[in-house]
DNA sequence: TACCAGGAGAAAA
DNA sequence: TTTTCTCATGGT
């Protein structure tokens, strides 16, 4: 990834929409739980189910665990795969409280903080990397559905790389920065909402000479127009 | 109606 | 080792 090219993509999103104030939560133990529970799945779910969780119990690993396991997945229901999240909740607050919690796992360097998080059934890199940029404020990049589609017709990636060359990519390009790895996935995000989900099978926005079918507009079009001007 | 969403893990090839 | 399938509600 050129890393000047990676600079002036974040630079057209930020300048296109602005901060985003990620992650949507009031506590590092909530980040961790909607990264779990946004696996897949809308972030509005996600908030649906996290206001019937804390409208039946405290949002605390103890307490989580303390609830029967069938009362888990119907509070956590409009989050969808409601029977595989709640056991991967569960087994997310053994490994949170084995870890010594927010303190025990904190004082652990990032590697084996990492190595600690993915080794947690129902973990997987983008959801560890989630807890560890937005819970632990670690510099790791976040990689993401959005982030492959979005770079992909950029032309700065294949599309086939895996997951942790991605990741590398982006590390090296933009170096440890916690606040801008924040920023810039969180961006990304909203950028591959506003066009991509809408015309997934064109390139709308994001190759040079435009969309086929016609479908720039808004803050996609001015991305757009900030990077191949 | 059909498709997709801030993935992960198991099963099959 | 790589690809495919499964999990599921809610919005567009």
């Not at 976040?142 to 770079?151: E, I």
């Not at 990519?169 to 950028?191: C, K, M, Q, S, W």
Request: glycine share 10%; charged share 20%; proline share 6%.
């Amino acid at each position: 990834m050129n890393p000047e090219r990676c600079r002036a993509v974040y630079a057209a999103l930020e300048a296109a929409y602005g901060p985003q104030g990620w992650w949507p939560a009031q506590t590092p133990f909530e980040v961790m739980v909607g990264a779990v529970l946004t696996q897949n799945t809308a972030w509005t779910n996600v908030e649906r189910a996290l206001a019937r969780l804390t409208g039946r119990i405290a949002l605390t690993a103890e307490a989580i665990l303390a609830l029967d396991e069938a009362d888990l997945a119907d509070a956590l229901r409009p989050s969808g795969y409601f029977n595989i999240k709640a056991r991967r909740l569960r087994s997310f607050c053994e490994g949170f409280l084995a870890g010594g919690g927010l303190p025990g796992l904190g004082a652990l360097d990032t590697a084996p903080l990492r190595q600690h998080l993915l080794a947690i059934p129902g973990v997987g890199p983008e959801t560890a990397d989630d807890m560890l940029l937005y819970a632990f404020a670690r510099p790791v990049f976040v990689v993401d559905a959005y982030t492959r589609r979005v770079f992909t017709r950029l032309r700065l990636l294949r599309g086939d790389e895996g997951y942790e060359t991605i990741r590398a990519a982006f590390e090296t390009a933009l170096g440890a920065d916690v606040p801008l790895f924040n920023a810039y996935h969180a961006l990304i995000v909203r950028h591959g909402k506003e066009v991509c989900r809408k015309h997934p099978r064109c390139d709308c926005c994001c190759l040079r000479g435009g969309c086929p079918a016609g479908h720039e507009q808004g803050a996609a079009l001015r991305v757009k127009a900030s990077l191949h001007s």
